[in-house]
C-alpha cells in the first residue's frame, strides 16, 4: 500500500467531512444526523480552531491515469478540555471515519500517531482520550492495540 500522508483539513474539505460524519454516526450508534446540520457543524469548527481541529489521511494513487493524485481515505477531529486536576488539557479524539475499503490498512494508526506526535509535543498537552459505544468491540480492540486503556468513567450527558 502507497505511504499515507496527514494533513490539516481545510474548508474545502468540508463536504467530506460531513458526509463521513454522517456515515460514522449511522454505522457505530445507527443514528441518522441531519445532514444539514452537520454540514454547518464541520463548516463552523474549521472556521474557528478553537472549536476544533481536523486532520485527514491522504494516500497516494492512481486514477484513470492520474499519476500521484492524492485521496482522503479517513479523518479525525481533535477537541480540547482543561482539566484542572491536572492543570493541562486533554485532546479528545472524536468523529473518526475510515471508509470501509481503507479499513485494516494502517490508516487509523497514521492518524493516530500523528495526534499522539503533535500532543506529545504541544507543551500543557496531558495526552489523549476518546469515547466510543460500548458494543463497539473493533473500534475497542484498535485502540487497546495503539496503547489506550479503559480510564473506568461512563459518559453521561442532558441535553438542552
Same mark, same amino acid.
Given at each position: 500500500?502507497?505511504?499515507?500522508?496527514?494533513?490539516?483539513?481545510?474548508?474545502?474539505?468540508? $463536504?467530506?467531512?460531513?458526509?463521513?460524519?454522517?456515515?460514522?454516526?449511522?454505522?457505530?450508534?445507527?443514528?441518522?444526523?441531519?445532514?444539514?446540520?452537520?454540514?454547518?457543524?464541520?463548516?463552523?469548527?474549521?472556521?474557528?480552531?478553537?472549536?476544533?481541529?481536523?486532520?485527514? !489521511?491522504?494516500?497516494?494513487?492512481?486514477?484513470?491515469?492520474?499519476?500521484?493524485?492524492?485521496?482522503?481515505?479517513?479523518?479525525?477531529?481533535?477537541?480540547?478540555?482543561?482539566?484542572?486536576?491536572?492543570?493541562?488539557?486533554?485532546?479528545?479524539?472524536?468523529?473518526?471515519?475510515? $471508509? $470501509?475499503?481503507?479499513?485494516?490498512?494502517?490508516?487509523?494508526?497514521?492518524?493516530?500517531?500523528?495526534?499522539?506526535?503533535?500532543?506529545?509535543?504541544?507543551?500543557?498537552?496531558?495526552?489523549?482520550?476518546?469515547?466510543?459505544?460500548?458494543?463497539?468491540?473493533?473500534?475497542?480492540?484498535?485502540?487497546?492495540?495503539?496503547?489506550?486503556?479503559?480510564?473506568?468513567?461512563?459518559?453521561?450527558? !442532558?441535553?438542552?
Amino acid at each position: 500500500m502507497p505511504a499515507l500522508r496527514i494533513r490539516d483539513a481545510d474548508a474545502a474539505d468540508a $463536504p467530506l467531512l460531513a458526509e463521513w460524519a454522517v456515515a460514522m454516526a449511522w454505522e457505530t450508534e445507527r443514528e441518522r444526523l441531519d445532514p444539514d446540520t452537520v454540514a454547518l457543524g464541520v463548516a463552523n469548527a474549521l472556521a474557528d480552531p478553537l472549536r476544533a481541529r481536523y486532520f485527514i !489521511a491522504m494516500r497516494q494513487a492512481e486514477v484513470a491515469g492520474r499519476e500521484n493524485l492524492a485521496m482522503p481515505v479517513g479523518t479525525l477531529m481533535l477537541t480540547d478540555e482543561w482539566s484542572d486536576w491536572r492543570n493541562g488539557w486533554w485532546w479528545w479524539i472524536q468523529s473518526v471515519y475510515v $471508509p $470501509p475499503a481503507e479499513r485494516r490498512t494502517g490508516v487509523f494508526s497514521a492518524l493516530y500517531d500523528h495526534a499522539a506526535s503533535l500532543a506529545r509535543t504541544t507543551p500543557g498537552v496531558l495526552g489523549l482520550r476518546l469515547y466510543l459505544a460500548r458494543d463497539n468491540t473493533a473500534a475497542r480492540a484498535t485502540y487497546a492495540a495503539l496503547g489506550m486503556a479503559d480510564t473506568g468513567y461512563d459518559i453521561l450527558e !442532558a441535553r438542552s
